[in-house]
């Protein structure tokens, strides 16, 4: 997980974290660096935060009946776990 770096932004004022990458792009001799994101993390400021709330989260959107959002949440838990070799359990 050496390669990802976590990035602190706002939008409207509300501070978020992304889990993500730089990738060189452009011609030879104007490259530049990109941002790539992987997994947003949301609220989160770390992945072990994340990890950790995530799974009560997905129960929670489920017992209240939002299964899509349950749905999305739990892609981004696999996609999270995924790249930082956690195993599910």
Avoid: C
């Avoid at 997980?1 to 992304?18: A, E, F, L, N, W």
């Avoid at 981004?76 to 195993?87: N, P």
């Amino acid at each position: 997980m050496s390669d990802y770096i976590i990035r602190k932004v706002t939008s409207r004022g509300t501070p978020s974290y992304q889990l993500g990458h730089y990738e060189m792009q452009g011609e030879q001799g104007k490259r530049r660096s990109v941002f790539k994101v992987d997994v947003h993390l949301g609220e989160y400021a770390t992945v072990g935060d994340a990890l950790h709330v995530w799974p009560g989260e997905v129960d929670r959107l489920r017992r209240i009946g939002r299964e899509n959002k349950a749905e999305k949440l739990e892609h981004k838990l696999e996609r999270l776990r995924e790249l930082s070799g956690v195993e599910q359990g």
